[in-house]
């Protein structure tokens, strides 16, 4: 494999897949080149037991949810009520995911080369994103709020005052380490958002 | 004559013009950026123009449609990475030319045969989206449209998951999120959970987002590495010269019919045509043996097919309501939002509709390719933004393009939550696009099913025989049956291949 193609066992297992499901009899003569090993996801019998038995424990309690249902009215003859189209795909629902679970269970674990392995760093960057943004949304419905300083009160719009942080906090955690790049990035993007949706179109930021 | 009129007339609004020229940026740079799909660009871009006029909405997301078809050919060619999904067969070709020095020959070629592409097949819309519609109008009953549906739905989930099973829960869970709200025929809550906003039913919106674009960005931000790829930068000649002129020619047919066939299948996308398009051009060519290596004629092949798709794609979205692909699955979304119901009735009552939507893509295609032969050199550029800005970018438009649908807080939280399963689906091996045709079509199947019922008398046998009925209800089966048969055969062929290998002494 050349340098070039290292790391791209997404790409290279898109190749696969789509060849595959397109033109079988075509498969054999589209390239396909391997994908790279050390960044491509594992195979994982246990995660798909456990996907399979969520599956099939949510699909059976949405069967009981749909005969829950409370019906105002009989239904017409000839007429569907409302229970009538989710209980089919409950039914639906528990058939496939109990063929699933069968699957699962006697076949080796489905490939995984379409998706790249989870790097440890990345679990923490995401859980930390997640908790910033949910801090910035929690800042922001306040919609505003005033600040008393050397006796003046000063009044802010919690989007224009939140947004310039969360931009800068998670352009730093993505990897930027230019405090001047980070800045501008923050007030322009956030000017530019606030003047074309706030302003121009009207939104309620 | 008159509605002709009318859908030129649409189209000189300026302020069609100027979501033209916003979708065709947009569109530009999602193609150009590995990882943003059209279909999340899409998506993204929804929020924005709920508040536009219907032409001016399809003037933004048609036009990011066409321009990420563009777009999406410079990473294939200069990093081996497809922009979206249309371009994989592009890399085939495109990159090995790269490698040899001749990626600006091999950018023109792309962008020659996409908009070559994208012209024919927008022949193929103008010339028959009336007629099927018409025809569909006239043939199709409440039992006809609910085998149609089905049918589209079999043919998505059966092409868009490694696993059949997956594909199929995969739908099945977007079907059962179409349920949420109230029951129209009686008035009936259904898993409302006695919240107020959901008695509308979910917002559609907010999902996609969540789906396709905080779940895309958050499985980036789980497998970001630092190696980063630094794409060619020795471009090389840009113009063919005439004997590259004409080489074009054969592959550009060959795989242009492919494209437009592919198109035509329910939920098949740029992708599989490209494959397709790619080999079968192969097959033709007087030089087989420089498929893969750097072909001229395989760069052509492959974007021709994977843009002849677009207006048969269109056709059956806007004809039958079935959607093309995940693109278009996002489009009758926000269509629905404008009122505008694409299925059979449409073009009946509104016929200068396919008037605006050709005018459209046609502009745009004109624009895109004037933007990627003049400026190509200034997109091959984009390919050196850092990913922190992009990623950044891309969290704040969703959380902003989310909350413009609604002004509430809480469509923002529907949307993160939408994003945190879509990324545990995505990593546990389950497709997105299922999800969303289900969410689209369960209803309608619902709808028409309860109808055709009604008619029946409640004698479901009456309606699985009707001919057109059976025909469709046939190809869903067939649509689930060939991958089957198709990777058991693989899998015994690949079985039979190893014990060759074992048995034959070295």
Redesign the interface.
Known sequence: MSP?????GR?AA??E????????S??D???APAADDE?V?RPSKR??VT?ALV?LVA?VL?FF?AQG?????E????????RF??TI??L??IA??T??LI?VLTRPA???V??????R???A??LI??VL??VY?AV??AKSFSLHLFGYVFGFNAFVFA?PF??AA??YL???RSWKAIII?AIV?TAF?YLV?GQL?R??? | MNDLLIGIESLLDPAVMLSMLLGLVLGLLVGAFPGITATMAVALAAGFTLTLEPVQGLAVLLTIYVAANFGDRVPAILVNTPGTPASIATTFDGYPMAKQGRAGLALTISAIGSAIGIFASLVLFAAFAIPLATIANRLFGPAEMFALVVFGLTVMVSISSHSLLKGLLAGALGLIIGTIGTYAITNDERFTLGITDLRDGYNFIALIIGLFGIAELFDQLLTARKNRIKPISRLGRWWPNKSEFKQMGRPMAVSGAVGLGVGLVPAAGGDIAGLIGWDRAKAVSKNPEQFGKGSLEGVTASDTASSATLGGSLTTTMALGVPGDSVMAVMIGSMMIWGISPGPGLFTSRPDLVVSITGIMLIATVLSLGVSLLRMRGMVKLLDVPNHYLWATILIFCIIGTYATTNNIATVIMMLVAGVVGVVLKRTGFPAGPIVLGMLLGPLAEKELGRALLIAGGDFGEIVTRPLTALLLGLALVSLAVPLIRRMRTKSKSRKDSATKVDTPA
Do not use: C
């Open positions: 070039h193609n290292k790391g791209h790409k898109a190749v897949d789509s060849s595959t499901a397109a033109a079988s075509e498969a003569s589209i390239p960044y996801a995660m798909e996907i599956a699909t949405f949810a249902i409370e019906l105002r009215r239904a017409a003859p000839g007429q569907i009520d409302a189209w989710p795909l409950a639906l629902g496939l995911s063929s699933r699957v489905d490939s995984r379409d998706l790249e392995v989870v790097q760093r990345g679990v960057g995401l994103a997640i943004t949910i949304i922001w419905s947004t969360y931009l998670l352009l993505f990897g930027s990035y993007t958002i949706f179109l939104i309620a930021l």
